[in-house]
Antibody
């Protein structure tokens, strides 16, 4: 059974940094591309970032480009999101999600809450 | 404002058929797979439809998807109370190099 478990969320001040992690199990992690998607309180889904199976390709939403960095460690079955220069508008539940055989998010974690506030 | 446009709300009575539309453009729906996600209150999203009209294992055949040009639709037949949720369409956008979501449609079962 596929499991994705996010961690690392919490309260951080504006301008601060946070690193989210996603532990994957139940599938061959190195075979699949991964994504981060977020959802601000009471709002819709917003895609944040994508990384290919080999880390050779990454994409970012314009709203986080230059501030967030996605990475993965296929040996440890883990996905990370380094978030710098955090803003109040980055407050959201952050989900990691696995692609299917195409760019559809077939498995999702339970999410981790990031709150940016002074 | 979302790249993909969905109605903010939809409703129906048990047993009815409802449809939710998703309008995009040539760089997203016009070229790439349209996918639909269901988000029940307080839970993570779940993939409902992928590649326009394919259902993952375990999704009832009451749910169906279609695409025409730069628009797509999700249809739910035999509406049930447990279908009350938020529904999102999504597609990769080749111009933005980004996955774009619709703003979401809140489905109410009356």
């Amino acid at each position: 059974e596929v499991h994705l478990v996010e961690s690392g969320g919490g309260l951080v001040q504006p301008g601060g940094s946070l690193r989210l992690s996603c532990a994957a199990s139940g599938f061959t992690f190195s075979n699949y591309s991964m994504n981060w998607v977020r959802q601000a309180p009471g709002k819709g889904l917003e895609w944040v970032s994508y990384i290919s199976s080999s880390s050779g390709t990454t994409y970012y939403a314009d709203s986080v480009k230059g501030r967030f960095t996605i990475s993965r460690d296929n040996a440890k079955n883990s996905l990370d999101l380094q978030m710098n220069s955090l803003r109040a508008e980055d407050t959201a539940v952050y989900y990691c999600a696995r692609d299917g055989t195409g760019i559809w998010l077939i498995y999702w974690g339970q999410g981790t809450l990031v709150t940016v506030s002074s | 404002q979302s790249v993909l446009t969905q109605p903010p709300s939809a409703s129906g009575t048990p047993g009815q058929r409802v449809t939710i539309s998703c309008s995009g453009g040539s760089s997203n729906i016009g070229r790439n797979s349209v996918n639909w996600y269901q988000q029940l209150p307080g839970t993570a999203p779940k993939l409902l439809i992928y590649n326009h009209n394919q259902r993952p294992s375990g999704v009832p055949d009451r749910f169906s998807g279609s695409k025409s040009g730069t628009s797509a639709s999700l249809a739910i037949s035999g509406l049930q109370s447990e279908d009350e949720a938020d529904y999102y369409c999504a597609a990769w956008d080749d111009s933005l190099d980004a996955l774009v979501f619709g703003g979401g449609t809140k489905l109410t079962v009356l």
